[in-house]
């Protein structure tokens, strides 16, 4: 495998030599990475692009960023995204009520000269985009959940994606010195643009593969059964299959088995799965239906 | 920097993803060629998620992307270099492979199958290989019972997940017929035209075939988007009601609140929202070639009904029925729907061609009452009157006591009035749409609905 003449100056150095590096210092932290996952993480460090993990709830796309910042013994910093978030939140806001209390104190000087100072680093309060692009130690930036932000915020994002500068009118322009590794995450309960999807490397994660998820059971929830650890990943697999209204995903599946252990069940039983399927299903008629299918008195 | 032919493989692949309608920039392709020489062609699979990553912006284009990589980036080149398949022999080891769930040996399976029966020509294979004739001659559908025996013979049984096994195999089977129609088109397109096969034999998205040619098995597939469509239109749906909600002042109750304060209005009061969730009323011409496009319409709204205080549905072609009840129990057998309520219905008089002007009309005068000022109105059909009379009267009536009526319509645009298509006369009064496909359709309820 060579490694091209990829990356501009401003860059962080590489973080991965290979994908198999990858997926084995992933698995290290306890992430367990599909083949797909891996290639496309060792690619946004090769091409220095942002990530767009897309996928349905609870299938690690969280836990991916988390990951990365371990394995990259970098400082993880998340800009949560929600309704209403926007660029106060996401990337500064001036500390008023300290402006207040300095301009108050009212020291013998010029109104420019406290001006000057009230519109100074001291009273600047930083946020994720801003926090994430200044400094020199290295940091991985999630935006989490872009999809539940409004559309508005995409500007935003694709500015600071850009160029991985942002200007305060009042200080200036600031500049990364040094690259911070993003990933976007999203729901897709709302399509995000085609311009900020262009921006990123995109990478779907859906349900893993029945091997996969065997193993994730095993090393989140060590004290479980071999055996029973198949079955649970079996009939969650089986659910995938139906047409519910909410299909388990990997974090019911863990859930799941953490139940199990902790009610000491050793084999699935009808009894133990009709006690527990609401850890997996989330509505009344989901339970019924998955129900009647595996064949099991609903209570 | 990269192997030669590979940067002219890399451009063809991304032409005929264009083709398919994926927009991939320039700054793409140059991303993709980089994937390309930082992951090497020694692992394919990496390759094709690489190249996935760098050129696919979302994930419907996977189902395009993958048939076309497997074109530009085959897994080899000519058939197996094993003697040539027998029939039961072959049987015995795919139900071994299928037991333990060996995917790389089922694969190795389907190039020997389509090889040994896939051929078709004076020699086989001389003029092309059929996934088809391969599925056909060594029916793998017929190997359940065998697979069955040799996995509990394997494993013993392994208690509660064994009611799971006959399911599971046939999904493994299902894996294992995409193998071979992978391995048939590889095989084709050594002999033909690869970005000919490129465009032509790869299926588009489920979502953008056309309602009004979609045959019998696009139909199915696309029934099983309606869930997963369902589920994306309620987040929106619910995400459109809270921004109706925010931010609106209500005046009355600001004021009424300031009394305390002298008057001077210090807090705003927010609106709530309608306690009355909106009413919905379809109105569905389900003869010939537009039943595709109103079954899979009754069942994204039924899939949608709690957004609703109230769903209620007409079924027309020239005599006009409810049809609210049989949908309820739809839910439980999608394909069964249309079946249903062209046989439990009464929806023609005395001939079998649709016939608006009688249709509305007598929905008009029979169910008049069900359209308020809080139902939103969906007519879904293609205006085709045959001739008859229009009856714009009663689509005018319905249109003044309903809050909105929209009008969704599965031709081109370019087709409305040609023919005895009243489509122009009708969209005088009531506000119609294109509706050609479920991604126009999921665009259109995602706007229209009203929330
Ligand atoms: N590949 C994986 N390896 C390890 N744990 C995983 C993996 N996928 C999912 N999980 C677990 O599933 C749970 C949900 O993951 P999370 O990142 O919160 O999901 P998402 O952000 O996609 O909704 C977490 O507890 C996480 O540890
Ligand atoms: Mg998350």
């Known amino acids: 495998m060579s490694s091209g003449p990829i990356r501009a100056e401003l860059e962080a150095p590489l973080l991965f030599t290979s994908v198999d590096d990858v997926s084995a210092r992933l698995a290290a932290t306890g992430y367990l990475a599909s083949p797909a996952v891996a290639t496309t993480v060792f690619l946004a460090d090769r091409l220095g692009k942002p990530l767009l993990v897309e996928g349905p709830a609870g299938v690690g796309k969280t836990e991916l960023a988390k990951a990365v910042a371990e394995v990259a013994d970098a400082r993880l910093v998340r800009l949560q995204c929600y309704e209403g978030v926007d660029e106060s939140r996401a990337l500064y806001e001036w500390n008023h009520a300290k402006q207040l209390l300095r301009i108050s104190a009212g020291r013998d000087e010029t109104w420019d000269e406290t001006r000057t100072d009230i519109f100074s680093e001291e009273f600047l309060l930083t946020r994720p985009l801003l926090t994430a692009i200044r400094g020199d130690d290295p940091k991985v930036l999630l935006i989490d959940e872009t999809d539940k932000a409004d559309v508005e915020v995409e500007g935003l994002l694709l500015e600071v994606l850009s160029d991985f500068q942002v200007t305060v009118p009042e200080l200036g322009t600031i500049t990364a010195t040094r690259r911070p590794f993003v990933v976007l995450t999203s729901n897709a309960s709302r399509e995000l643009s085609e311009a900020l999807r262009r921006r990123c490397l995109f990478l779907h994660i859906g349900f893993p593969e029945e091997e996969l998820e065997r193993r994730i059971v095993r090393l989140k929830v060590p004290g479980l059964d071999e055996a029973l650890a198949g079955s649970v990943v079996r009939v969650v697999g089986a659910m995938r299959a139906m047409d ?52 099991v008195d609903a209570v | 920097m990269t192997a030669p032919g590979v940067a002219e493989r890399l451009t063809s692949l991304v032409g005929a993803l264009r083709a398919h309608g994926m927009r991939i920039g320039t700054g793409e392709t140059v991303d993709a060629a980089q994937a390309v020489a930082a992951l090497g062609l020694a692992d394919r699979e990496l390759l094709r998620e690489g190249l996935a990553a760098t050129l696919l912006h979302g994930t419907v284009q996977r189902q395009v992307f993958d048939p076309v990589f497997d074109l530009y980036f085959p897994r080899g080149v000519g058939g197996p270099e094993t003697e040539p398949a027998d029939r039961e ?7 071994a492979a299928l037991a333990a769930g060996d995917v790389v040996m089922m694969g190795q399976l389907a190039a020997e199958a389509v090889d040994g029966f896939g051929g078709y020509g004076t020699s086989p294979g001389s003029e092309g290989w059929s996934s088809h004739q391969t599925l056909d001659r060594l029916r793998p559908q017929t190997l359940l019972a065998r697979v069955r025996e040799n996995v509990r013979a394997r494993n013993g049984s392994s208690g509660f997940a064994d009611r799971l096994l006959d399911d599971e195999i046939r999904r493994r089977i299902e894996t294992f017929r995409r193998q071979v129609a992978v391995e048939a088109r590889r095989r084709i397109a050594e002999q033909r035209d690869r970005d000919e096969l490129a465009r032509r034999a790869v299926a588009t998205t489920p979502d953008r075939v056309d309602f009004l040619y979609a045959g019998k098995l696009q139909l199915a597939e696309l029934r099983r988007t309606v869930q997963p469509l369902a589920r994306k239109l309620a987040t929106r749906l619910a995400a459109r009601r809270r921004r109706a909600s925010r931010g609106s002042i209500d005046l009355r109750r600001t004021l009424r609140g300031s009394l305390s304060t002298g008057g001077v209005p210090m807090k705003p009061v927010l609106r709530r929202r309608r306690p009355m969730r909106p009413e919905l009323v379809l109105l569905c011409d389900v003869s010939g070639s537009v039943s595709g496009f109103s079954d899979f319409t009754m069942l994204l709204v039924q899939a949608l009904h709690d957004q609703f205080s109230k769903v209620r549905v007409f079924a027309f072609v020239n005599r006009l029925d409810e049809v609210t009840r049989l949908l309820d129990h739809g839910a439980a057998d999608p394909e069964g729907l249309g079946a249903r309520i062209r046989a439990e219905a009464t929806l023609t008089g005395w001939h079998g061609s649709s016939d608006y002007g009688v249709a509305l009309g007598e929905f008009a005068e029979r169910y008049g009452d069900a359209v308020g000022p809080r139902t939103t109105v969906f007519v879904l059909g293609d205006a085709r009157t045959n001739m008859s009379d229009p009856n714009l009267t009663s689509v005018r009536q319905v249109a003044e006591r309903a809050r909105r009526v929209y009008w969704l319509n599965p031709e081109p645009h370019a087709q409305w009035g040609t023919g005895d298509s009243a489509a122009p006369e009708y969209a005088e009064l009531v506000e119609m749409h294109e509706c050609r496909n479920a991604r126009q359709l999921g665009a259109l309820v995602a706007r229209l609905l009203p929330v």
């Open chain 1, 244 to 295: 519910l209204r909410k299909v388990p995903s990997v974090a019911e599946t863990i859930d799941w088995a953490r139940t199990l252990l902790a009610l000491g069940a050793d084999t699935l039983g009808e009894t133990v799965v009709r006690d527990t399927l609401g850890v997996l299903l989330k509505h009344q008629d989901d339970v019924l239906k998955a129900a009647a299918k595996l064949d």
């Open chain 2, 89 to 95: 022999d072959l049987r015995e080891r795919l139900s």
